[in-house]
């Protein structure tokens, strides 16, 4: 399993507006893809609370970019701390052929599916920092900042690096939570 460190937080104005601040600091749109995802959750699961249902899913994720297609299934590991700040996470994946016969894969071995996410995802850079804003849904717009950059030299040492780019750009943000799970909060509005 690869474990990684990322911050997810929610946005607190339109895309429009928040497209503008990036702009305000040197940010350029680097890079454009969606991402389908299907969470299929263990039958056995149902009665849980939705941390413990989503802790619980396997996805069937499908990545479109201009050039290529990729299709996998997903599992997401994490663990979180007393405030329900994620600790450690990491996920691993398998490379598929098909969303459809994977689904009925999984049916069979008694998933179902519980939700889904369409998730339009735009990479700005500057000079110093890349950031991932992510249109979920038509309804959520989110920044996600992995420590990993993929189009500039630069790695985030910590968390707390990460939190201070959402500061440094005056990003402004729903609540004060880094740790936002994107699929719980589609899945309460679902309910």
């Not at 950031?131 to 189009?151: G, P, R």
Request: aromatic residues 10%; contains cysteine.
């Amino acid at each position: 399993m690869k474990f990684e460190k990322e911050i997810t937080v929610e946005v607190a104005c339109s895309f429009e507006q928040l497209n503008e601040q990036l702009k305000k600091f040197g940010f350029k749109e680097v890079r454009q893809y969606d991402i389908r995802d299907i969470y299929m959750l263990e039958k056995r699961y149902k009665e849980e609370n939705y941390l413990v249902q989503l802790d619980h899913c396997v996805l069937i994720r499908d990545i479109i970019e201009p050039d290529k297609e990729k299709k996998q299934i997903e599992y997401k590991y994490k663990e979180y701390g007393k405030n329900r700040e994620i600790l450690k996470q990491g996920k691993v994946n398998c490379k598929i052929e098909s969303i459809k016969d994977a689904k009925k894969l999984l049916e069979y071995m008694q998933y179902e599916e519980l939700l889904r996410i369409d998730d339009h995802i735009i990479v700005y850079a500057n000079q110093e920092d890349e950031i991932a804003v992510q249109l979920v849904n038509d309804k959520h717009i989110y920044i996600e900042i992995e420590e990993k950059c993929y189009t500039i030299n630069r790695v985030y040492r910590n968390i707390e690096e990460m939190k201070n780019v959402i500061a440094k750009y005056t990003i402004p943000m729903k609540e004060n939570n880094y740790y936002v799970r994107k699929a719980e909060i589609e899945l309460r509005e679902s309910k």
